[in-house]
């Protein structure tokens, strides 16, 4: 699976599941926790997804604002542990 791929998939669920605005222009430096778009809930909902979606595990810890609060932390931090 390519950045890409990883990187479409997670803004497609972003906005469809939790902002719930499919047709929402995400940015990759948006800030989406920061920016009041995802709460804390939706995080770790992200973080079932992405274990379910890509097979790689993201723990409590690194569930937060400073590491997950845009597309781009996000793809780093799948890409890190495919």
Do not use: Q, W
Request: no cysteine.
């Amino acid at each position: 699976m390519t950045e890409h791929d990883i990187r479409e998939k997670l803004r497609a669920y972003i906005t469809r599941e939790l902002i719930r605005d499919a047709k929402y222009p995400l940015k990759d430096d948006e800030g989406i926790i920061s920016g009041g778009l995802m709460d804390s809930f939706a995080l770790a909902e992200l973080g079932v997804y992405v274990e379910k979606t890509f097979n790689v595990y993201i723990p409590d810890p690194d569930l937060t604002v400073a590491k997950m609060d845009t597309l781009d932390l996000m793809v780093v931090r799948v890409l890190r542990d495919l």
